[in-house]
């Protein structure tokens, strides 16, 4: 299906997981939007790809994902290796785009249902919010951390059955996040849900994205674990990409 300026999302392989490869995600979930028509949304890179080897109910929340972009510098090499012609889009900026985008869409469409944003730290989400409350006054967004109870976690699955946001941003970390958006995504079937990683730490203000000039280069990896010691050990997933990816390529 097309509208007037989205093609389809066709689907790519990247060591038996899907990507989907799309000149405007953003263009394509709000089209998704307009049919009334949600999405689960994952931000694919190397990391996640190896944990999904060994976590299989991890791997089955990728392949039944709606829509997965080519988050890291690895799949996005792995692909390019593979001969497609194809440029990284970190989850972040999908975010963020979606998040311009939003009140315009509203606009168009007569109804605004808001978004949501879920995990992090008690805080986080709030900073979040209220930072991108000021770059977009129209837009509407409900919080909550991570940090909950039974009960509240009760609670706040009736208070996404309520709204039904336009936008469900969860930010619970690899693989908790996709899991539980596999699990209660059919309580909001309309709308996209994605998981956001620590992206309300960053607009929280909390911690920075690595320069450009380190991103262009595929090396945002170096500046997260400059800012996270302590993330060396889920960095070996990194080589083990890489090897794997060569060895299957003969």
């Not at 690899?174 to 960053?202: K, N, T």
Request: charged share 20%; glycine share 8%; net charge negative.
């Amino acid at each position: 299906m097309e509208n007037n300026r989205v093609k389809s999302p066709e689907p790519a392989q990247v060591l038996d997981l899907p990507v989907h490869l799309c000149d405007d995600y953003p263009g394509w979930l709000l089209h998704l939007l307009r049919e009334k028509r949600g999405a689960h949304v994952v931000t694919l890179n190397a990391e996640m790809t190896m944990q999904a080897r060994e976590h299989p109910a991890l791997a089955e929340a990728i392949r039944r994902a709606d829509l997965v972009i080519p988050d890291g510098s690895g799949v996005v090499l792995y692909l390019q290796w593979q001969g497609y012609q194809i440029q990284r889009f970190p989850g972040i900026e999908l975010a963020q785009t979606l998040l311009y985008r939003l009140p315009e869409f509203s606009l168009s469409e007569g109804v605004s249902r808001g978004v949501f944003f879920y995990g992090g730290e008690p805080g986080v989400a709030q900073d979040a919010a209220q930072m991108w409350r000021q770059q977009c006054p129209d837009l509407a967004i409900a919080v909550q951390h991570g940090y909950l109870s039974e009960d509240e976690q009760d609670n706040l699955l009736d208070t996404l059955k309520e709204k039904q946001p336009h936008l469900i941003y969860v930010g619970l970390g690899v693989p908790r996040q996709e899991l539980w958006i596999a699990q209660h995504r059919c309580l909001c079937p309309g709308s996209i849900w994605i998981g956001v990683g620590g992206s309300f730490d960053i607009w929280a203000g909390r911690k920075d994205r690595a320069p450009v000039w380190l991103r262009d280069r595929h090396l945002e990896w170096v500046y997260r674990l400059y800012q996270e010691p302590s993330r060396w050990r889920r960095m070996l997933a990194l080589p083990r990409f890489a090897w794997l990816s060569f060895t299957q390529s003969f």
